[in-house]
């Protein structure tokens, strides 16, 4: 049994041998390009329901075929890649593409189905909760949608006017409405590699990494900010005592799919239950300290630069890769033991369940060292201890052995980069972890820190970082007093630091942002965190 949307619809097309149920498989023959792609794409979402979203920086590919008329469109859905391919035609400037075509047939349960894409048109309506919606419905009065062809890009001629997917005559999920096709000309910034030297990246507070930075005169480049993208790099310009990281710089074409482009954004994190994050033309301003040979920023925190698809201005928190909050940079220095861990006392952090014999902690575990620095994390391990016991990771030792899945061996240092997904796992950051733990008979539970210099064969550690799991309370083996000191209402300044984002200490006037932090009378400290520009 066959189930056909023109049996359904009743749509009367002549001329076409694409409704004839003809299905192009194989690239046709012809001049094949890629174009970087923008629409405003629909698709079904992970609740079933159909979605909608500018989508940007996707690669779209078209044969033009040698005759000069014929022309190709490879997946015409921005968001299904299934090899479909239909075909239009060009003649004065104008590409037009004629519907129904057939992109597939498919079977289940003995019904075969067709699969079409069809131009649709839009028609609005109240639900029933007195919202206004949107449905797409096929076109009764035209079949054909039109591009226009000029200066190296294809453009939808009109606009709210889907090239849809169709099937039972009725839409199902997947359309690009608003399509442009761009031939894209830009070139991504080189390093200068031999005069490229190491320095640290640190960005999102809790996480660092190494990277290359070259400073050629008054230019700088920056690679290797994103491990994704390693050969991706960026160029900025010192301008007396800052340097200037201009916004919509082109990184290259990713894994023969997509443009990415280094935006800043303005972050909008409480209007929605997912941060969104807008692009918007302005450029990222550094204080350039020769001195500590620095950069560090003078935006608000809300600016945030960002990797993501495209570089049209707007909310596209979907096209957003990754994110670089608080990013600044610190010329490499002689490597010294790691960073102390801390605990994620606003996530709650710890868990214990004594019926269950079982708990975990949350904490971090900066890969940097205490001069700032970016620890390679392939070197980088950390290590639970119950009270001045090292908690050894054994999964035989644990009454729920499914947590420590792929530890092959009991181990008492783990590996920076071990995940599980399971009882070991990245939590909140990536220098965040959760670790579930079998033995409860302790007072404290502590975090350290372990770094094997690979090019020195010397291993240093960090302190302990102790939590009192009754009271909260943080300490440091050696110290008496956790690091999250308050001023108490009658002690008296004594003196007040100011550090850049490194540890580095400075003078007031240093420029950026920089953490403030008094001492009172009475011990306590407190830490604030300023921009001075």
């Keep these: 049994m066959k189930k056909s949307l023109l049996a359904l619809a009743g749509i009367m097309v002549t001329g076409s041998a694409f409704a004839a149920g003809e299905i192009i498989t194989e690239q046709p023959e012809g001049t094949l390009r890629t174009f970087?792609?923008?629409?405003?794409?629909?698709?079904?979402?992970?609740?079933?329901?159909?979605?909608?979203?500018?989508?940007?920086?996707?690669?779209?590919?078209?044969?033009?075929?040698?005759?000069?008329?014929?022309?190709?469109?490879?997946?015409?859905?921005?968001?299904?890649?299934?090899?479909?391919?239909?075909?239009?035609?060009?003649?004065?400037?104008?590409?037009?593409?004629?519907?129904?075509?057939?992109?597939?047939?498919?079977?289940?349960?003995?019904?075969?189905?067709?699969?079409?894409?069809?131009?649709?048109?839009?028609?609005?309506?109240?639900?029933?909760?007195?919202?206004?919606?949107?449905?797409?419905?096929?076109?009764?009065?035209?079949?054909?949608?039109?591009?226009?062809?000029?200066?190296?890009?294809?453009?939808?001629?009109?606009?709210?006017?889907?090239?849809?997917?169709?099937?039972?005559?009725?839409?199902?999920?997947?359309?690009?409405?608003?399509?442009?096709?761009?031939?894209?000309?830009?070139?991504?910034?080189?390093?200068?590699?031999?005069?490229?030297?190491?320095?640290?990246?640190?960005?999102?507070?809790?996480?660092?990494?190494?990277?290359?930075?070259?400073?050629?005169?008054?230019?700088?480049?920056?690679?290797?900010?994103?491990?994704?993208?390693?050969?991706?790099?960026?160029?900025?310009?010192?301008?007396?005592?800052?340097?200037?990281?201009?916004?919509?710089?082109?990184?290259?074409?990713?894994?023969?799919?997509?443009?990415?482009?280094?935006?800043?954004?303005?972050?909008?994190r409480y209007s929605s239950w997912v941060p969104q994050y807008t692009t918007i033309p302005e450029n990222l301003e550094f204080a350039f300290d020769k001195d500590n040979m620095s950069f560090t920023p003078l935006f608000d925190e809300e600016i945030v630069p960002v990797v993501r698809y495209g570089k049209t201005i707007g909310v596209l928190s979907a096209n957003t890769l990754v994110t670089f909050e608080n990013m600044s940079f610190k010329q490499q220095s002689e490597i010294g033991a790691p960073e102390d861990p801390s605990f994620q006392i606003d996530n709650d952090c710890f868990g214990l369940y004594p019926d269950y014999n079982w708990g975990y902690i949350r904490f971090n575990v900066p890969n940097l060292d205490v001069n700032g620095n970016a620890l390679d994390t392939e070197n980088f391990y950390y290590s639970i201890y119950l009270d001045e016991e090292v908690l050894v990771i054994d999964p035989e030792d644990a009454n729920y052995p499914e947590q420590y899945k792929d530890v092959e061996a009991p181990m008492t240092e783990i590996p920076f980069n071990f995940d599980n997904k399971n009882g070991i796992t990245q939590s909140s950051s990536m220098a965040g972890r959760y670790l579930q733990f079998f033995h409860l008979d302790f007072d404290e539970i502590g975090v350290q820190s372990i770094y094997k210099n690979p090019e020195t064969g010397v291993e240093s550690r960090s302190r302990i970082a102790y939590l009192n799991p009754e009271t909260m309370e943080v300490r440091y083996a050696g110290i008496e007093n956790g690091i999250d000191s308050v001023e108490s209402d009658n002690a008296q300044v004594t003196g007040v630091n100011v550090y850049d984002l490194f540890g580095n200490k400075v003078s007031a006037s240093h420029k950026g942002i920089v953490i403030e932090v008094v001492r009172y009378t009475d011990g306590t400290t407190k830490s604030t965190k300023k921009v001075i520009r």
């Design 36 to 268: 970087h792609g923008y629409s405003h794409a629909y698709y079904v979402s992970s609740w079933g329901y159909t979605a909608h979203e500018d989508h940007d920086g996707f690669a779209r590919q078209v044969v033009f075929a040698d005759n000069g008329v014929d022309v190709y469109f490879k997946d015409p859905f921005s968001k299904m890649t299934k090899n479909f391919w239909i075909k239009g035609t060009l003649k004065d400037g104008i590409i037009t593409v004629e519907t129904p075509q057939l992109l597939e047939v498919t079977e289940k349960d003995g019904v075969e189905t067709e699969w079409f894409v069809q131009r649709l048109k839009p028609e609005t309506y109240t639900d029933d909760w007195g919202d206004l919606r949107t449905k797409w419905l096929i076109d009764d009065e035209t079949t054909v949608i039109t591009y226009k062809y000029e200066d190296n890009c294809i453009i939808q001629t009109e606009e709210d006017v889907m090239l849809g997917l169709v099937a039972d005559g009725e839409h199902q999920f997947y359309g690009d409405v608003n399509v442009v096709y761009t031939g894209l000309n830009e070139k991504a910034a080189q390093l200068p590699e031999d005069i490229a030297e190491a320095w640290t990246m640190r960005y999102k507070t809790t996480y660092a990494q190494k990277i290359q930075i070259a400073i050629d005169d008054d230019d700088v480049f920056i690679r290797g900010f994103w491990p994704d993208q390693p050969a991706a790099c960026i160029k900025g310009k010192i301008e007396g005592d800052k340097m200037i990281l201009p916004t919509a710089q082109y990184l290259g074409f990713m894994n023969d799919a997509y443009y990415t482009y280094f935006m800043v954004t303005s972050v909008d």
